[in-house]
Every structure is written in C-alpha cells, then in structure tokens.
C-alpha cells in the first residue's frame, strides 16, 4: 500500500469540532403610559323636611313648587299658613379627574451558561482516542522516514 493512501485513510479518522461564539445579550425597556380623563360622576343631594306655621290677618291660599308646599287658610279672622318641604332626592353632577398610570417592561434577555459534566468514557471512546494517539504517531513516524529517504537520496546525489 502506498504511504499516501495511509496517510488518506488516517486523516479520515480524524475528527474535527466547530468552535460557536457565545451570544450574551440583555435589552430592556419600559414603557410607561399616563391617561388624564375626566369623568363626569352624578351625586344625590338629600333635602331634609321642614315643616314651619304662621297666623295671620288675611285671605286663603296656598302655594307648591316641587321642593315645597305652602297652605294659608283664614278661620275666625286668623289665617293660618303652612310651609312643608318634599322629601326630594335631587341629582348633581360632580366631575373628577381620573389619572391611570400603565407600565410595561419589555425584557429581551438571553443566557447561554456553559455546564461541564464529567462522564466515565466508554470502551469505544478510549479505543478511538488511543487509535488516534496511535495513529499521530504512525503519521509522524512516516514523515520523519520520508524526509530521511529524501535527505539520504540528496547525500546521494551530490557526491
């Protein structure tokens, strides 16, 4: 066999490994959003009943709105006058200011973390490595017989 095809045969037992760079990045940004609105609320406001009477010199009447009611009536010369109020539930509108205050964090963060495992080799493992231990040096030894050969034709040359 020729050396050259060996020393074929013996590269292809040769394995290689790819180095890949290790990508650390961290990016983080916060958003933050505020929305001032007004809110118009309605509130009740409670009247409370009052209830007042007079005696007077005069004729008859009465008189009502929708908070109150008033009567006035003459018996033996004297008039009597009434004023009651209604129970009324009246609504008032109220505005208030409404502030809601939003954040968002956006987090883009990738970790690569390199953990080493000691693991027994196998037979097959150790074979190959002591294979190719072996095989290097059959590589180097070929090498060094070959530039013998070339080194002792030149001597032989030259003379």
Not at 17 to 31: F, H, I, W, Y
Not at 63 to 91: C, D, F
Request: hydrophobic share 45%; charged share 25%; aromatic share 6%.
């Amino acid at each position: 066999m020729k050396p050259s095809a060996i020393l074929a045969f013996t590269l292809l037992l040769t394995a290689c490994g790819v180095a890949r760079p290790v990508l650390e990045s961290d990016n983080t940004k916060v958003e933050v959003k505020t929305v001032i609105r007004t809110v118009t609320d309605t509130a009740y406001i409670e009247l409370p009943v009052i209830v007042e009477k007079v005696a007077t010199l005069d004729t008859t009447s009465v008189l009502e709105n929708k908070y109150a009611k008033s009567e006035a009536s003459v018996s033996g010369g004297v008039l009597h006058h009434s004023l009651q109020t209604k129970p009324v539930r009246e609504p008032v509108k109220v505005e208030r200011v409404e502030v809601v205050r939003d954040s968002l964090v956006y987090r883009d963060r990738v970790q690569t973390v390199t953990v080493e495992v000691e693991k027994k080799l196998t037979w097959w493992h150790r074979f190959r490595l002591t294979l190719g231990n072996i095989l290097f040096a059959l590589i180097v030894i070929a090498i060094l017989y070959l530039l013998s050969l070339l080194f002792n034709n030149f001597l032989k040359l030259k003379r």
